[in-house]
């Protein structure tokens, strides 16, 4: 029998102050993709009560490990915490820090789970453990640089030993994400003094992330979108053939998202006992670096929706997850991932 949501729900709302001052936090101290030292140092200091806390993890300086034992041996859980900022280009060629895209509540969410569930250990057999990711936001520059956090722990043996993985996220459809698009990032030179954001490409297949001209060069970085790995590296030849570079450099890729079906089950079966009307969510029309966590580890990607939408990635979407709609978020967001995580870890 796993602990009711009832239980759950008494020791989120012991910590719900806890849990609204960290979504507060990360609003307050937007920082961008690698550089969360900030917010990683608040969710740290609220994991104190962790067995075992490792940071820098997986090689980098803002991810961390925080794990919660049981009372023996048994399945391991990650809950996935994000906290990096959007850059919104501003008027003077620089970057605006916003946190729109909900990690605020994620991160406070995501803190306000493990530690509820924490009070709970001798009810338990297994490991609870904390993943605080950086780089979600792909768009930023050292993310473009260097890739994704999710997919970077991935291939240095971060998500080695998990069983099942789950992550929230405010999302247009209330349910269990199961398909997503594929990208390919691309860094292209060409001859001469081009300009590439000139280029008449669809916006739903390529985006230009970046332009930097220098001795008598254009350098891109192009962000090629594809429903399946097929179509990506289909339109990626046409991209290449188009635009016809001296140089064509594959940086990174954004596989495409699927879902374990008893870590789903386990998803749907939480949201539905918070209050929550389970949809079948149609694919992302973008992409997420979960993807390629889901396709090595039993993992769920779940979405929370709210009436009208989340205006994400706008200066309504950050007043949004600041609001009190915006802390209400990251209390549900504690309950979904508390009550799912009890329904995997391995009761005694």
Request: charged letters at 25%; glycine letters at 10%.
């Amino acid at each position: 029998m796993t602990v009711s949501l009832p239980a759950l729900r008494a020791a989120i709302a012991v910590d719900r102050a806890e849990i609204l001052d960290i979504t507060q936090y990360v609003h307050e101290h937007p920082e961008l993709a690698y550089e969360e030292h900030a917010a990683a140092d608040r969710l740290v200091a609220a994991l104190s009560e962790a067995d075992r806390i490792e940071r820098p993890y997986a090689g980098m300086p803002t991810a961390f490990r925080a794990e919660f034992d049981g009372t023996a041996p048994g399945p391991t859980v990650a809950i996935v915490a994000v906290y990096d900022a959007v850059g919104v280009p501003s008027p003077d060629g620089g970057m605006t820090l916003l946190h729109s895209c909900g990690h605020g509540p994620i991160a406070g969410g995501a803190a306000g789970a493990a530690r509820a569930l924490a009070r709970f250990r001798s009810d338990f057999a297994g490991t609870l453990v904390v993943l605080g990711m950086p780089a979600d936001e792909l768009v930023s520059p050292l993310a473009i640089d260097h890739g994704s956090g999710k997919a970077a722990a991935l291939g240095r043996g971060g998500w080695d030993g998990i069983d099942a993985a789950i992550y929230a996220h405010p999302e247009s459809h209330t349910g269990v994400w199961r398909a997503s698009r594929w990208m390919q990032l691309i860094e292209a030179e060409l001859p001469g003094d081009v300009d590439p954001r000139s280029w008449d490409l669809p916006f739903d297949r390529y985006r230009i992330d970046r332009v930097v001209r220098a001795e008598g060069a254009t350098r891109a970085v192009v962000r090629v979108l594809g429903d399946d790995g097929d179509e990506l590296g289909e339109r990626a030849r046409l991209a290449r053939e188009r635009i016809a570079p001296s140089s064509w450099t594959p940086l990174w890729l954004t596989q495409g998202l699927t879902a374990d079906a008893a870590v789903a089950a386990a998803a749907e079966a939480a949201l539905t006992e918070v209050g929550l009307a389970v949809e079948t969510p149609p694919t992302m029309p973008f992409s997420t670096d979960f993807g390629n966590v889901a396709r090595h580890v039993p993992g769920a990607m779940i979405g929370i929706a709210r009436d009208g939408g989340w205006a994400v990635h706008t200066e309504e979407g950050e007043r949004q997850f600041r609001s009190p709609e915006g802390e209400e978020l990251a209390v549900c967001i504690a309950e979904v991932l508390s009550a799912s995580a009890a329904r995997l870890l391995r009761q005694v």
